[in-house]
């Protein structure tokens, strides 16, 4: 059973960076792990993601030169550093995995979610 865990959140100011990381525990190298939000009122949005194995990555056009993904496979933790933020980005971050080499955005696709971290952009 994998087990995901978010942190890094906290309070941004509008314009700073931030970087979210999520620890694995478990063997993710055949793990596709990907990052989503969800605001209130609003459905669960894919953000970024990266594949197993070769690490090819994908992002969502409203993150797109702001967000970037990594993983350190030795560490089991995949981040996402977030820069030139918004206060639109405020949201709760969930990281989540699913097994497959691909790297989609679909959360439905994804098995595996860790419990989420506040991010909160605001001056």
């Known amino acids: 059973q994998l087990q995901l865990v978010e942190s890094g959140g906290g309070l941004a100011q509008p314009g700073g960076p931030l970087r979210l990381s999520c620890a694995a525990s478990g063997f993710t190298l055949d793990y596709t792990i990907g990052w989503f939000r969800q605001a209130p009122g609003k459905d669960r949005e894919g953000l970024s993601c990266i594949s197993s194995s070769v690490g090819r990555t994908s992002s969502a056009d409203s993150v797109k030169g702001r967000f970037t993904i990594s993983r350190d496979n030795a560490k089991n933790t995949v981040y996402l550093q977030m820069n030139s933020l918004k206060p639109e980005d405020t949201a709760i971050y969930y990281c989540?995995?699913?097994?497959?080499?691909?790297?989609?955005?679909?959360?439905?696709?994804?098995?595996?979610w860790g419990q989420g971290t506040q991010v909160t952009v605001s001056s």
């Open positions: 989540a995995a699913v097994r497959s080499r691909l790297c989609v955005l679909n959360p439905g696709l994804y098995d595996y």
